[in-house]
T-cell receptor
Framework: KAGVTQTPRYLIKTRGQQVTLSCSPI?????VSWYQQTPGQGLQFLFE???????NKGNFPGRFSGRQFSNSRSEMNVSTLELGDSALYLC?????????????FGSGTQLSVL | DQQVKQNSPSLSVQEGRISILNCDYT??????FLWYKKYPAEGPTFLIS?????DKNEDGRFTVFLNKSAKHLSLHIVPSQPGDSAVYFC?????????????FGPGTSLSVIP
């Protein structure tokens, strides 16, 4: 079974631009979560999608948005980029996102904002 | 306010000795606690979990201990191996809602010295 695939692996953007990151979950997994990893902060929860619906959202500004398609693939978008948005963005999938399920993470997209 | 804390950013241990990684939490409503391991340039992978109704869970060289009264858990790795060198994230989850996000701590970087 293929793992969680995130594209692109690296991105360099400048302040004010917008960016779209993509995540393909493990086949059969319907829940997709997004996390931001920065040094010293660990993994900060952005949002979770299930069946194209956002079920939970973290404490991030509205510049961060996401969506999920009918095939469970997900995208997240960051508009009006700021220097502080530089981070590793991780996507994780799980079968249903209910109960206690292991999260399966992709390798992440490293975003650098200059 | 960080609900899951890992107060040691880094830890160095000799090969063959015990590694003890600590985690504290503030929310007494957490139902499950999980440990994830992350190598550079890879996403985190699930390692071991423990229910809040238990005080110990063991899986091979890895044991997690939970002290609910102290809101503290620890991961013991015995014996430590160089391949265990990675960042370890403590995480917690409640089961009150149909979906609840997994909350991660900031991580502890473990170096096992040959």
């Amino acid at each position: 079974k293929a793992g969680v695939t995130q594209t692109p692996r690296y991105l360099i953007k400048t302040r004010g631009q917008q960016v779209t990151l993509s995540c393909s979950p493990i086949s059969g997994h319907r829940s997709v979560s997004w996390y931001q990893q920065t040094p010293g902060q660990g993994l900060q929860f952005l949002f979770e999608y299930f069946s194209e619906t956002q079920r939970n959202k973290g404490n991030f500004p509205g510049r961060f948005s996401g969506r999920q398609f009918s095939n469970s693939r997900s995208e997240m978008n960051v508009s009006t980029l700021e220097l502080g948005d530089s981070a590793l963005y991780l996507c994780a999938s799980s079968p249903s996102g209910t109960g206690v399920e292991k999260l399966f993470f992709g390798s992440g997209t490293q975003l650098s904002v200059l | 306010d960080q609900q899951v804390k890992q107060n040691s950013p880094s830890l160095s241990v000799q090969e063959g000795r015990i590694s003890i990684l600590n985690c504290d939490y503030t929310n007494s409503m957490f139902d499950y606690f999980l440990w994830y391991k992350k190598y550079p340039a890879e996403g985190p992978t699930f390692l071991i979990s423990i229910s809040s109704i238990k005080d110990k869970n063991e899986d091979g060289r890895f044991t997690v201990f939970l002290n609910k009264s102290a809101k503290h858990l620890s991961l013991h790795i015995v014996p430590s191996q160089p391949g265990d060198s990675a960042v370890y994230f403590c995480a917690a989850q409640t089961l009150a809602a149909s979906y609840d996000k997994v909350i991660f701590g900031p991580g502890t970087s473990l170096s096992v010295i040959p």
